[in-house]
């Protein structure tokens, strides 16, 4: 206490605004918390919380778990068969994102994403076939994340899509995700027409050879300092994506003009990259995946390593607890509706592909990007404002990733479970809205957050597994 | 009669301006009951006992549930919605203002690690885990909420240790740190004199005093109101003591309590002889001679306790002298008593400090005179019903039992001033006894109605043939927000004898109790 | 802003306030808890009290002697007349000394090397001081002597006298100096412990450090390097990251590195040779 004689009084008042005003009337130096309890209100948690921060345990975990994101370097290295890339996509498996969910609770787009990904197989002959094989459990469905894939809306991939396979350099951890076929009519929001069909059938043959031979003979397959440029040409790597789309297809182009293969398929491949500005989605996404996992699996650890949502629920993981998935349904988007459609038409959050928050970016990135905000009637102001308050519930900031509107600091990165819980403040997710039913595509967009529960009942766990609660005996 | 409720999802407000709602909503005329609550357990089974309403909310929802005409409910609850959504002058100032809140003690420190000292004043089921917290992020604590769990004190207590760091609390309601008033505190001068206390009040009126004495404190911390049980083993009391012990601004320590259990009484004892510095202690109802050893001197009342301190920072001797009565004082009091009709023989001693109510019992016990108490003493009765005074009755206007749902009486005295009106209406009432506590959190107006209620409560006993002898004590500084002159004189104005500490006024209203009852003493 | 790095001798979580010391373009020393810690711009290399954060001229943060500096649970605050500068430093990776290096062949031709590159940058009195040193650490008597005369001596912030007692007892403090090595760090440390009052505060305080066994990457890699087989190009980056530090400085602790490894490194060599 001697130290604290000899120290300017600066007074935290949580409670009261009375306290507060007194201390400042008298001259001292306070400041007045807008405080509410944490944790859903449960005193037990709370507690339970309380002794989780600065314990030495999870700080030492932490700063593990942090630096080996932060040490990440993904590559793109390979485009292959899922089933060459994935060992257990050699039975009859089809992945999908978010978290475990029964073929029966699933939403529309998802479930038509499905069927379609059974009959692009060739495991049924019609859509009703298909879906009959997938209730009946022909078919084992799985979350992508058991496999160390991504993967955006329905997120399905199945044994005969090409995906991109992407290597953390630092660690040797690989992560994989799909192809994105576009806007409109495409499986990722349930389609399961002919013409979605016979697209995947040339993703998954003249466009693979192209892009496998395109991808191998890249001179330039870093993607981190690509994404970091592409954060200062107006992209967030989840929402906009067009800037690191266009960087892409420099390299993609460059390698394939050095190629042997047939300049038609050349044209066709590339023509198809350019005329989809979210093509640098899918990667952004593999790429994040690889560096979440590198964090993942530190003991103790309280760091987020995997958001992501399957139309019904929102799920998260921590480093520290290993493949426990905490779960609760999802929040609602605040967003702006394409005109004739309402939020009586919207699927709930759907996709892998907060996995970019996870790692930073989306949401997180929103000052790169302001551009979404207006969706929630926002300024560029708020979304930097956005990005702001993100830094009060991660581990740190990326100095890889920075931003301009943060006077080049790096983006909020590592979102630590704890804080969330403390601070009352959740994750905030830039999205597109899918419409409920299978197969008609996006109607909209806007930003959501991660649903509190999901937090809440990874401290408990978490703190469970570390006996933080101290006993009542001297 | 009707019943109408809403609720708010995620929507919280503190106890005060849940309270401050409250009261606006029930003044909408044709309104039986209002209640604006947060939805924890207990408040909502309350609500349903009341008649108010079934909810299916959470714990962090707000519900406002008022009964009485129909025409009365809708506007109720229409303007508690006027009231609870208002919003900040534009929309764009608020979304930065939300953005920028600071809601965690971690944000506050990441924003500034300046910050040393945390002040929780949030509810008792919440406490604990905000100090914990701020202990976490080497801060140290008071913790103004009470109704936090003996385990989790002991638990909070013993990280404080481990970690050089000191909690003031539990139920801690006054501190000055480096010369900061904290909660309910005085405005006193800085100086050589440390105090460690256990309650509340009795730091105020010790630190007053001193002040009023021409001394000056260096620190006066807090330990809570359980400190000193067997499970904690006096904690903080040891932390605060040796903090003092060690710091060079401050020459002469004292301690106020209630009497510790035997060994922490030693436990703190032993410290204080070790102390090179003079320790004073008062444990308030306990025997002094069994405190005074070598450099440690034991006092029997606050006052006392100040005055010690007083004369052994300017290197005299401590005289514990008791209070005595000056002459003409005397005869002031004598004559009131002669005065009174035969059926005037009770005191109401109606306290807003707990532990003036505490000393004003011991006064008067030691002066032959037991009363009845919602906090009785040993040797004096509790009361069969706290609202309705038995004969001596000397109570504690900020226990529990007055205060649920209720500002304490220190901030809002009407409940007090009622209870006033009450006791000098009443024929057997000779003496009434109270306080008036200044500073810091205290009412800006402590008075205001008070003289009304003792001007028109005298003149109706005039009237009946009856003379009711007030008298008070005003603990507050020259220093402090509210005017203290102008505060003592009214009261005297209005005919109360004002004395200069609460142990001069009950030995004042016992002389005058002794001469009603014939009681030698 | 965010630590990009923080030394391990820096226990970031525990509370305590300090003081600037001094305002460089690119480092801001600060007195806290009887030590000194060092803010440092990214292009300088880690010290066991540093945190290093992005490259910037601290002297237009309006950072000034004096001001206040207050640490708790992994923040940093600095506070200047105008604003105030918070490092978040909780999770950033810490700088630990790899433990031990390989000895490998040919330490007496890297220590030419070493000798080749520094000795022209070095001050000219640096080189007579460091084998003063070297020779009385075997002659206990003479070296209270000596190190008194090269406490504080010489030009720089941190005199070059300071600089080569440093790269001395770089090399001293190694695992590979052996069981002399270390009788005479303890003997150097002794000597130098009285004299610290004599010399520049900062400089105090990194004596202080190396006394402890704490010394800055740069050198420690050097050290490293020199021990171990990396190959030329790895030895000349090493030797000019440590180079690189002030004006002779650098140079001025490669002299007492190359005194004492010589003396206290080579043998060890020459007996696996044998």
Same mark, same amino acid.
């Given at each position: 206490?001697?130290?604290?004689?000899?120290?300017?009084?600066?007074?935290?008042?949580?409670?009261?605004?009375?306290?507060?005003?007194?201390?400042?009337?008298?001259?001292?130096?306070?400041?007045?918390?807008?405080?509410?309890?944490?944790?859903?209100?449960?005193?037990?948690?709370?507690?339970?919380?309380?002794?989780?921060?600065?314990?030495?345990?999870?700080?030492?975990?932490?700063?593990?778990?942090?630096?080996?994101?932060?040490?990440?370097?993904?590559?793109?290295?390979?485009?292959?068969?899922?089933?060459?890339?994935?060992?257990?996509?050699?039975?009859?498996?089809?992945?999908?994102?978010?978290?475990?969910?029964?073929?029966?609770?699933?939403?529309?787009?998802?479930?038509?994403?499905?069927?379609?990904?059974?009959?692009?197989?060739?495991?049924?002959?019609?859509?009703?076939?298909?879906?009959?094989?997938?209730?009946?459990?022909?078919?084992?469905?799985?979350p992508c994340h058991a496999h160390r894939a991504v993967g955006p809306m329905a997120g399905?991939?199945?044994?005969?899509?090409?995906?991109?396979?992407?290597?953390?350099?630092?660690?040797?951890?690989?992560?994989?995700?799909?192809?994105?076929?576009?806007?409109?009519?495409?499986?990722?929001?349930?389609?399961?027409?002919?013409?979605?069909?016979?697209?995947?059938?040339?993703?998954?043959?003249?466009?693979?050879?192209?892009?496998?031979?395109?991808?191998?003979?890249?001179?330039?397959?870093?993607?981190?300092?690509?994404?970091?440029?592409?954060?200062?040409?107006?992209?967030?790597?989840?929402?906009?994506?067009?800037?690191?789309?266009?960087?892409?297809?420099?390299?993609?182009?460059?390698?394939?003009?050095?190629?042997?293969?047939?300049?038609?398929?050349?044209?066709?491949?590339?023509?198809?990259?350019?005329?989809?500005?979210?093509?640098?989605?899918?990667?952004?996404?593999?790429?994040?995946?690889?560096?979440?996992?590198?964090?993942?699996?530190?003991?103790?650890?309280?760091?987020?390593?995997?958001?992501?949502?399957?139309?019904?629920?929102?799920?998260?993981?921590?480093?520290?607890?290993?493949?426990?998935?905490?779960?609760?349904?999802?929040?609602?988007?605040?967003?702006?509706?394409?005109?004739?459609?309402?939020?009586?038409?919207?699927?709930?959050?759907?996709?892998?592909?907060?996995?970019?928050?996870?790692?930073?970016?989306?949401?997180?990135?929103?000052?790169?990007?302001?551009?979404?905000?207006?969706?929630?009637?926002?300024?560029?102001?708020?979304?930097?404002?956005?990005?702001?308050?993100?830094?009060?519930?991660?581990?740190?900031?990326?100095?890889?990733?920075?931003?301009?509107?943060?006077?080049?600091?790096?983006?909020?990165?590592?979102?630590?479970? %704890?804080?969330?819980?403390?601070?009352?403040? +959740?994750?905030?997710?830039?999205?597109?809205?899918?419409?409920?039913?299978?197969?008609?595509?996006?109607?909209?967009?806007?930003?959501?957050?991660?649903?509190?529960?999901?937090?809440?009942?990874?401290?408990?766990?978490?703190?469970?597994?570390?006996?933080?609660?101290?006993?009542?005996?001297? | 009669?009707?019943?109408?409720?809403?609720?708010?999802?995620?929507?919280?407000?503190?106890?005060?301006?849940?309270?401050?709602?409250?009261?606006?909503?029930?003044?909408?005329?044709?309104?039986?009951?209002?209640?604006?609550?947060?939805?924890?357990?207990?408040?909502?089974?309350?609500?349903?006992?009341?008649?108010?309403?079934?909810?299916?909310?959470?714990?962090?929802?707000?519900?406002?549930?008022?009964?009485?005409?129909?025409?009365?409910?809708?506007?109720?609850?229409?303007?508690?919605?006027?009231?609870?959504?208002?919003?900040?002058?534009?929309?764009?100032?608020?979304?930065?203002?939300?953005?920028?809140?600071?809601?965690?003690?971690?944000?506050?420190?990441?924003?500034?690690?300046?910050?040393?000292?945390?002040?929780?004043?949030?509810?008792?089921?919440?406490?604990?885990?905000?100090?914990?917290?701020?202990?976490?992020?080497?801060?140290?604590?008071?913790?103004?909420?009470?109704?936090?769990?003996?385990?989790?004190?002991?638990?909070?207590?013993?990280?404080?240790?481990?970690?050089?760091?000191?909690?003031?609390?539990?139920?801690?309601?006054?501190?000055?740190?480096?010369?900061?008033?904290?909660?309910?505190?005085?405005?006193?001068?800085?100086?050589?004199?440390?105090?460690?206390?256990?309650?509340?009040?009795?730091?105020?009126?010790?630190?007053?005093?001193?002040?009023?004495?021409?001394?000056?404190?260096?620190?006066?911390?807090?330990?809570?109101?359980?400190?000193?049980?067997?499970?904690?083993?006096?904690?903080?009391?040891?932390?605060?003591?040796?903090?003092?012990?060690?710091?060079?601004?401050?020459?002469?320590?004292? +301690?106020?309590?209630?009497?510790?259990?035997?060994?922490?009484?030693?436990?703190?004892?032993?410290?204080?002889?070790?102390?090179?510095?003079?320790?004073?202690?008062?444990?308030?109802?306990?025997?002094p001679a069994m405190v005074t050893r070598n450099g440690v001197y034991g006092a029997s009342?606050?006052?006392?306790?100040?005055?010690?301190?007083?004369?052994?920072?300017?290197?005299?001797?401590?005289?514990?002298?008791?209070?005595?009565?000056?002459?003409?004082?005397?005869?002031?009091?004598?004559?009131?008593?002669?005065?009174?009709?035969?059926?005037?023989?009770?005191?109401?001693?109606?306290?807003?400090?707990?532990?003036?109510?505490?000393?004003?019992?011991?006064?008067?016990?030691?002066?032959?005179?037991?009363?009845?108490?919602?906090?009785?003493?040993?040797?004096?009765?509790?009361?069969?019903?706290?609202?309705?005074?038995?004969?001596?009755?000397?109570?504690?206007?900020?226990?529990?039992?007055?205060?649920?749902?209720?500002?304490?009486?220190?901030?809002?005295?009407?409940?007090?001033?009622?209870?006033?009106?009450?006791?000098?209406?009443?024929?057997?009432?000779?003496?009434?006894?109270?306080?008036?506590?200044?500073?810091?959190?205290?009412?800006?107006?402590?008075?205001?109605?008070?003289?009304?209620?003792?001007?028109?409560?005298?003149?109706?006993?005039?009237?009946?043939?009856?003379?009711?002898?007030?008298?008070?004590?005003?603990?507050?500084?020259?220093?402090?927000?509210?005017?203290?002159?102008?505060?003592?004189?009214?009261?005297?104005?209005?005919?109360?004898?004002?004395?200069?500490?609460?142990?001069?006024?009950?030995?004042?209203?016992?002389?005058?109790?002794?001469?009603?009852?014939?009681?030698?003493? | 802003?965010?630590?990009?790095?923080?030394?391990?001798?820096?226990?970031?979580?525990?509370?305590?306030?300090?003081?600037?010391?001094?305002?460089?373009?690119?480092?801001?020393?600060?007195?806290?808890?009887?030590?000194?810690?060092?803010?440092?711009?990214?292009?300088?290399?880690?010290?066991?009290?540093?945190?290093?954060?992005?490259?910037?001229?601290?002297?237009?943060?309006?950072?000034?002697?004096?001001?206040?500096?207050?640490a708790r649970s992994g923040f940093i605050g600095f506070e200047s007349r105008t604003a105030?500068?918070?490092?978040?430093?909780?999770?950033?990776?810490?700088?630990?000394?790899?433990?031990?290096?390989?000895?490998?062949?040919?330490?007496?031709?890297?220590?030419?090397?070493?000798?080749?590159?520094?000795?022209?940058?070095?001050?000219?009195?640096?080189?007579?001081?460091?084998?003063?040193?070297?020779?009385?650490?075997?002659?206990?008597?003479?070296?209270?002597?000596?190190?008194?005369?090269?406490?504080?001596?010489?030009?720089?912030?941190?005199?070059?006298?300071?600089?080569?007692?440093?790269?001395?007892?770089?090399?001293?403090?190694?695992?590979?100096?052996?069981?002399?090595?270390?009788?005479?760090?303890?003997?150097? %440390?002794?000597?130098?412990?009285?004299?610290?009052?004599?010399?520049?505060?900062?400089?105090?305080?990194?004596?202080?450090?190396?006394?402890?066994?704490?010394?800055? %990457?740069?050198?420690?890699?050097?050290?490293?390097?020199?021990?171990?087989?990396?190959?030329?190009?790895?030895?000349?980056?090493?030797?000019?990251?440590?180079?690189?530090?002030?004006?002779?400085?650098?140079?001025?602790?490669?002299?007492?590195?190359?005194?004492?490894?010589?003396?206290?490194?080579?043998?060890?060599?020459?007996?696996?040779?044998?």
């Amino acid at each position: 206490m001697k130290t604290l004689f000899e120290q300017d009084l600066k007074v935290v008042n949580v409670g009261l605004q009375g306290f507060a005003d007194n201390i400042a009337a008298a001259g001292g130096h306070v400041t007045h918390l807008s405080w509410s309890p944490p944790a859903g209100a449960d005193a037990a948690l709370g507690w339970t919380l309380a002794n989780m921060i600065g314990d030495p345990r999870i700080e030492n975990a932490n700063r593990t778990a942090y630096e080996r994101y932060l040490g990440a370097q993904p590559r793109l290295v390979d485009f292959v068969l899922a089933r060459d890339a994935m060992p257990a996509l050699a039975e009859r498996r089809i992945l999908h994102s978010g978290p475990p969910i029964a073929w029966s609770d699933m939403c529309g787009p998802q479930q038509g994403a499905i069927c379609g990904a059974i009959l692009y197989e060739g495991w049924a002959k019609t859509l009703e076939a298909a879906e009959k094989l997938a209730a009946s459990g022909g078919v084992a469905l799985e979350p992508c994340h058991a496999h160390r894939a991504v993967g955006p809306m329905a997120g399905i991939i199945s044994p005969s899509m090409p995906v991109w396979v992407v290597e953390n350099t630092a660690a040797g951890n690989r992560a994989f995700c799909n192809v994105n076929e576009g806007l409109g009519k495409v499986l990722r929001f349930g389609a399961n027409s002919p013409e979605v069909l016979d697209r995947l059938r040339w993703l998954g043959s003249e466009f693979f050879t192209a892009m496998q031979v395109a991808v191998r003979g890249l001179t330039d397959a870093d993607l981190k300092p690509l994404m970091a440029q592409a954060l200062h040409m107006g992209d967030e790597l989840h929402n906009r994506n067009a800037a690191a789309s266009g960087l892409l297809f420099k390299r993609l182009t460059l390698s394939l003009l050095g190629s042997k293969l047939d300049g038609g398929a050349i044209k066709r491949a590339l023509t198809f990259v350019a005329g989809n500005d979210h093509f640098f989605l899918n990667l952004s996404m593999a790429a994040c995946k690889s560096m979440s996992d590198a964090a993942h699996g530190v003991p103790g650890s309280s760091m987020v390593t995997v958001m992501a949502r399957n139309g019904v629920n929102f799920g998260i993981r921590l480093s520290g607890t290993g493949d426990k998935w905490f779960q609760a349904p999802a929040n609602p988007v605040n967003g702006l509706y394409f005109p004739g459609y309402t939020i009586e038409d919207a699927a709930a959050d759907l996709g892998d592909s907060a996995i970019t928050e996870t790692n930073g970016l989306g949401g997180f990135a929103m000052a790169a990007s302001p551009a979404i905000v207006q969706f929630v009637g926002g300024t560029p102001a708020d979304a930097t404002a956005n990005s702001r308050r993100m830094l009060s519930i991660t581990l740190g900031s990326n100095p890889a990733f920075t931003l301009p509107a943060l006077n080049f600091g790096g983006t909020p990165a590592g979102i630590d479970a %704890r804080l969330v819980v403390d601070a009352g403040i +959740l994750p905030i997710i830039n999205t597109g809205i899918a419409h409920k039913k299978a197969g008609v595509g996006q109607i909209g967009a806007g930003i959501t957050t991660a649903p509190m529960e999901c937090f809440n009942a990874a401290i408990a766990a978490l703190g469970d597994s570390l006996h933080t609660v101290p006993k009542a005996a001297r | 009669m009707s019943t109408r409720s809403r609720y708010y999802p995620n929507l919280y407000k503190d106890s005060v301006s849940l309270m401050t709602l409250s009261a606006k909503i029930t003044a909408v005329s044709g309104l039986e009951a209002a209640s604006v609550v947060m939805a924890s357990a207990t408040n909502v089974e309350n609500l349903a006992q009341a008649g108010l309403g079934e909810f299916e909310v959470r714990p962090n929802d707000l519900v406002v549930a008022v009964s009485g005409s129909e025409e009365a409910c809708v506007e109720a609850l229409q303007k508690a919605d006027e009231l609870l959504t208002a919003k900040a002058s534009g929309g764009g100032e608020e979304e930065a203002a939300a953005h920028a809140a600071l809601t965690s003690i971690q944000m506050a420190v990441a924003q500034d690690p300046a910050h040393n000292f945390a002040l929780i004043s949030v509810p008792g089921d919440y406490a604990a885990a905000e100090a914990m917290k701020a202990l976490r992020l080497g801060m140290h604590v008071m913790l103004f909420s009470d109704n936090v769990p003996p385990e989790s004190e002991l638990a909070l207590k013993t990280y404080a240790r481990d970690h050089d760091l000191m909690v003031m609390g539990p139920d801690c309601g006054t501190a000055i740190v480096n010369g900061v008033p904290l909660g309910f505190a005085n405005v006193v001068r800085r100086g050589p004199i440390g105090v460690v206390g256990a309650s509340g009040t009795g730091t105020q009126e010790v630190t007053v005093r001193i002040h009023q004495l021409g001394g000056g404190v260096s620190q006066a911390l807090g330990t809570g109101g359980h400190d000193l049980s067997e499970l904690i083993g006096g904690i903080s009391m040891l932390y605060g003591l040796r903090a003092l012990d060690a710091d060079p601004a401050t020459k002469v320590i004292v +301690l106020v309590s209630k009497p510790p259990a035997p060994d922490i009484a030693a436990r703190v004892l032993a410290i204080a002889e070790a102390s090179a510095k003079p320790v004073v202690v008062i444990f308030l109802g306990g025997d002094p001679a069994m405190v005074t050893r070598n450099g440690v001197y034991g006092a029997s009342y606050l006052a006392q306790a100040a005055d010690m301190a007083v004369a052994l920072s300017k290197g005299g001797e401590a005289a514990a002298t008791p209070v005595s009565i000056a002459n003409d004082m005397r005869r002031t009091l004598s004559g009131l008593a002669r005065a009174m009709a035969p059926v005037q023989r009770h005191v109401r001693g109606i306290f807003s400090g707990g532990t003036f109510c505490f000393e004003a019992q011991l006064v008067h016990a030691a002066a032959g005179i037991r009363a009845s108490s919602n906090t009785p003493t040993a040797g004096n009765r509790p009361l069969e019903d706290n609202w309705k005074s038995q004969e001596n009755t000397i109570i504690d206007m900020g226990d529990d039992e007055f205060t649920q749902g209720r500002p304490h009486p220190m901030i809002d005295p009407s409940l007090r001033d009622a209870r006033l009106r009450d006791e000098i209406a009443d024929p057997t009432t000779a003496v009434v006894l109270f306080d008036v506590v200044l500073g810091y959190g205290a009412s800006d107006d402590p008075i205001a109605k008070l003289l009304g209620v003792i001007g028109s409560g005298k003149a109706k006993a005039s009237a009946a043939g009856r003379t009711v002898a007030f008298v008070g004590y005003v603990c507050g500084t020259d220093q402090d927000p509210q005017d203290r002159d102008q505060i003592v004189a009214g009261l005297k104005s209005a005919g109360v004898l004002v004395a200069s500490s609460n142990a001069e006024a009950a030995t004042w209203s016992a002389a005058i109790i002794a001469e009603r009852q014939g009681v030698q003493s | 802003m965010q630590a990009l790095s923080v030394g391990h001798a820096l226990d970031v979580y525990s509370a305590g306030s300090g003081r600037i010391h001094s305002v460089f373009a690119h480092a801001v020393n600060v007195e806290i808890r009887r030590d000194m810690w060092t803010l440092l711009g990214a292009e300088r290399t880690d010290l066991p009290f540093g945190i290093r954060v992005a490259s910037m001229d601290f002297i237009s943060l309006g950072l000034c002697r004096g001001n206040p500096v207050n640490a708790r649970s992994g923040f940093i605050g600095f506070e200047s007349r105008t604003a105030r500068i918070v490092v978040d430093c909780r999770a950033a990776p810490r700088w630990t000394p790899a433990r031990e290096h390989k000895p490998a062949w040919g330490l007496g031709q890297r220590l030419d090397l070493l000798s080749a590159v520094t000795k022209p940058l070095a001050w000219h009195g640096s080189i007579r001081m460091a084998c003063a040193v070297v020779s009385a650490l075997s002659n206990p008597d003479a070296l209270d002597d000596v190190v008194s005369g090269v406490v504080g001596c010489g030009p720089g912030c941190t005199p070059a006298g300071d600089d080569v007692l440093i790269g001395i007892l770089a090399v001293l403090g190694s695992p590979h100096s052996g069981e002399t090595g270390s009788a005479a760090f303890h003997s150097l %440390r002794r000597s130098l412990r009285p004299l610290l009052p004599r010399t520049t505060d900062i400089s105090a305080h990194l004596l202080r450090q190396a006394a402890d066994g704490l010394v800055g %990457r740069a050198v420690h890699e050097l050290v490293g390097a020199s021990i171990g087989n990396a190959g030329t190009s790895a030895l000349r980056e090493a030797v000019n990251r440590v180079v690189d530090t002030g004006a002779t400085s650098g140079a001025d602790m490669c002299m007492g590195l190359l005194a004492s490894a010589r003396s206290f490194l080579l043998d060890h060599d020459e007996r696996e040779a044998a």
